[in-house]
């Protein structure tokens, strides 16, 4: 978070059945030069956390910013087990 070319999307997930999606991130977009600018959190499929497929605690969109960055707690591909911080 806070990188150039950010996107509010902490623990953005698909869902695949075999090599269908079932559920996918809305894809990308046609980026537009204000999206480098103050009103990039404002374009809804680009880099808010409601354009992507990823979690909302209580309704909230993801924060912006370094403070609002999340972290890799534990990933063990064996038991498919991925542990994210992402308060």
Same mark, same amino acid.
């Given at each position: ?65 370094? /403070? =609002?960055? @999340? &972290? !890799? #707690?534990?990933?063990? /591909? =064996?038991? @498919? &087990? !991925? #542990?994210?911080?992402?308060?």
């Amino acid at each position: 978070n806070a990188e150039n070319h950010n996107h509010n999307d902490l623990g953005t997930f698909q869902v695949f059945a075999g090599e269908r999606p079932l559920v996918i991130d809305p894809g990308m977009p046609h980026y537009v030069a204000d999206f480098f600018g103050p009103e990039r959190y404002t374009k809804f499929t680009v880099a808010m956390s409601s354009g992507h497929c990823c979690p909302r605690v209580h309704g909230t969109e993801q924060r912006a910013g370094a /403070a =609002a960055a @999340g &972290r !890799l #707690v534990e990933w063990n /591909a =064996a038991e @498919g &087990r !991925l #542990v994210l911080d992402l308060t």
